[in-house]
């Protein structure tokens, strides 16, 4: 049963057969999955989602595969926590954490893109895929390659966080490491793309890849009883997450499964590197691209993909943006962990951090309900706290040493 | 004086399937005005119809975006390599 209509220009609006294109021939914008909404609301009821497995698939008919899925069986449909001690040190009411850093099998969001970018490559009939990446895509290419049975192709810039690089390589893919910064890695990858018929998983597989982060929305939904909330802190690399996410809304909407979605969407970003935050509240109609500067790698894309999008969202939404400093940041990660327990990169440092920012602003209201997305594990980022978060106190194995330096309890 | 310009995937239909092409102009908008000459309807592709370069095309000169240097007065020498790419990968 199919439910893909074909793709279509998000710009122009031309149609193209759904094959593994990316960019519209006429004017270059973006390729989208355009699905068959009447048949999809005929079928998919919350009854029938909630009688599925608790992975990405469960929402099978939005997504854009049309056999069964190659991988992604465990990754998806992670836990939504209710942040309370987060909430009280913010000061509000209703707060939740949308908590990514625990998706499987690479603790980032990417496991949801790549599981559908794969499941759609062995469908296309390819043997290799690859990938531009800081970091997070490279993990979840290499190890869902594995999964899949596919010839792997990583390219990565060359300052990457060894935890990255590591948790690439374990998974055996051919990994090259690029001298140059992410938007190098990915303008090579662009040209390899045009000459060797590899599935790029963020190239031409790309409009198939990008439905994968709907879930992320999907989820959210879901797990609220079938609502979405007030206010939703996305982070922000190529700009794509907080649009589908949007979408995500819109479509569950458009199936009657849950009210007309009035949530305001914000967009975060680090200084170092926020030309969509910086489009957004210079009120600019073009988004500029710089040269990143930022501990927040896996936000650092300076010229990015989707940035006009993005912007679009938070406009439509009635959102705004923030960006924050590096040392923002590490505050940020920390005051997630000490509060909820959850250890996160420094992309959910720059989103806690904005999200704190925005509610000592007023303009996220104290007694509405907000949802923080965490799209990835701190245990490949430990450098950045490494010198941030205190020593332990060392003692002799005796209890006299013990208590000499820790104190008497 | 020789430019090598190379053309994305989406576009050697209109030269004739070649990916890099030779040109000789002295600047990015009279590149983009001698590919027209060459091979006419491509400045329609990547410019707009006020004659700006499409919001999701970005072109680099010695792999530096243009948008770094002077734009499309960027001025050109021999030797210097220009791509046109498209503005669509990325993702992490």
């Known amino acids: 049963m199919s439910y893909i209509k074909g793709l279509k220009c998000r710009e122009c609006g031309r149609e193209y057969p759904k094959d593994p294109l990316f960019v519209c021939e006429y004017c270059f914008g973006s390729l989208e999955v355009n699905y068959d909404y009447d048949k999809i609301k005929e079928r998919l009821t919350k009854e029938k989602i909630g009688s599925r497995p608790k992975n990405l698939w469960r929402y099978k008919e939005l997504l854009p595969i049309e056999g069964e899925p190659a991988t992604g069986l465990n990754s998806g449909f992670t836990p939504l926590v209710k942040a309370n001690n987060l909430a009280e040190a913010l000061g509000v009411q209703e707060l939740y954490v949308k908590d990514d850093s625990v998706c499987h099998p690479t603790l980032s969001f990417k496991d949801?893109?790549?599981?559908?970018?794969?499941?759609?490559?062995?469908?296309?009939?390819?043997?290799?895929?690859?990938?531009?990446?800081?970091?997070?895509?490279?993990?979840?290419?290499?190890?869902?390659?594995?999964?899949?049975?596919?010839?792997?192709?990583?390219?990565?810039?060359?300052?990457?966080?060894?935890?990255?690089?590591?948790?690439?390589?374990?998974?055996?893919?051919?990994?090259?490491?690029?001298?140059?910064?992410?938007?190098?890695?990915?303008?090579?990858?662009?040209?390899?793309?045009?000459?060797?018929?590899?599935?790029?998983?963020?190239?031409?597989?790309?409009?198939?890849?990008?439905?994968?982060?709907?879930?992320?929305?999907?989820?959210?939904?879901?797990?609220?009883?079938?609502?979405?909330?007030?206010?939703?802190?996305?982070?922000?690399?190529?700009?794509?997450?907080?649009?589908?996410?949007?979408?995500?809304?819109?479509?569950?909407?458009?199936?009657?499964?849950?009210?007309?979605?009035?949530?305001?969407?914000?967009?975060?970003?680090?200084?170092?590197?926020?030309?969509?935050?910086?489009?957004?509240?210079?009120?600019?109609?073009?988004?500029?691209?710089?040269?990143?500067?930022?501990?927040?790698?896996?936000?650092?894309?300076?010229?990015?993909?989707d940035g006009y999008y993005a912007m679009e969202t938070v406009r439509e939404t009635g959102g705004w943006a923030e960006s924050t400093t590096d040392d923002e940041i590490i505050e940020g990660i920390k005051l997630l962990a000490k509060t909820e327990g959850i250890f996160t990169e420094t992309a959910g440092g720059v989103t806690v951090s904005v999200t704190k920012k925005l509610i000592e602003q007023g303009i996220i209201p104290k007694d509405e309900s907000i949802v923080i997305s965490i799209t990835g594990n701190g245990l490949k980022t430990q450098e950045v706290i490494q010198h941030q978060i205190g020593t332990p106190i060392k003692i002799k194995p005796t209890l006299r040493s013990f208590e000499d330096e820790v104190g008497e309890i | 004086m020789t430019i090598k310009v190379r053309i994305p995937q989406p576009l050697q239909k209109l030269t004739d399937g070649k990916g890099l092409i030779e040109a000789s102009a002295s600047d990015v908008k009279s590149l983009i005005d001698e590919l027209e000459g060459k091979f006419p309807g491509i400045k329609d592709r990547i410019c707009d119809q006020t004659g700006k370069i499409r919001r999701f095309i970005n072109i680099y000169v010695n792999e530096e975006d243009i948008r770094f240097l002077q734009g499309e007065t960027t001025s050109l020498k021999d030797g210097y390599e220009v791509s046109i790419v498209p503005a669509i990968a990325g993702g992490k």
């Not at chain 1, 600019?284 to 927040?296: C, E, G, N, Q, W």
Request: proline fraction near 5%; aromatic fraction near 10%.
């Open chain 1, 112 to 305: 949801r893109v790549v599981a559908v970018a794969l499941s759609k490559a062995k469908e296309f009939g390819f043997k290799t895929v690859a990938c531009a990446s800081t970091g997070n895509l490279a993990n979840s290419v290499a190890a869902q390659a594995a999964i899949a049975r596919f010839e792997s192709y990583v390219f990565i810039p060359a300052d990457l966080e060894l935890g990255k690089v590591l948790g690439t390589l374990i998974y055996a893919p051919n990994l090259v490491m690029v001298d140059g910064n992410y938007d190098d890695v990915n303008r090579l990858c662009a040209e390899i793309a045009s000459k060797y018929n590899w599935a790029f998983v963020n190239i031409n597989i790309r409009p198939y890849y990008a439905e994968g982060s709907k879930t992320h929305g999907f989820e959210i939904a879901e797990q609220l009883g079938w609502k979405t909330p007030d206010h939703i802190i996305v982070p922000c690399a190529g700009g794509s997450l907080i649009t589908k996410i949007w979408k995500g809304f819109k479509e569950f909407h458009k199936l009657g499964l849950i009210a007309s979605p009035e949530t305001k969407i914000y967009a975060a970003q680090a200084e170092g590197c926020s030309p969509i935050v910086n489009a957004i509240k210079e009120k600019s109609d073009t988004i500029k691209p710089v040269k990143p500067k930022t501990i927040a790698k896996s936000l650092a894309i300076g010229n990015p993909a």
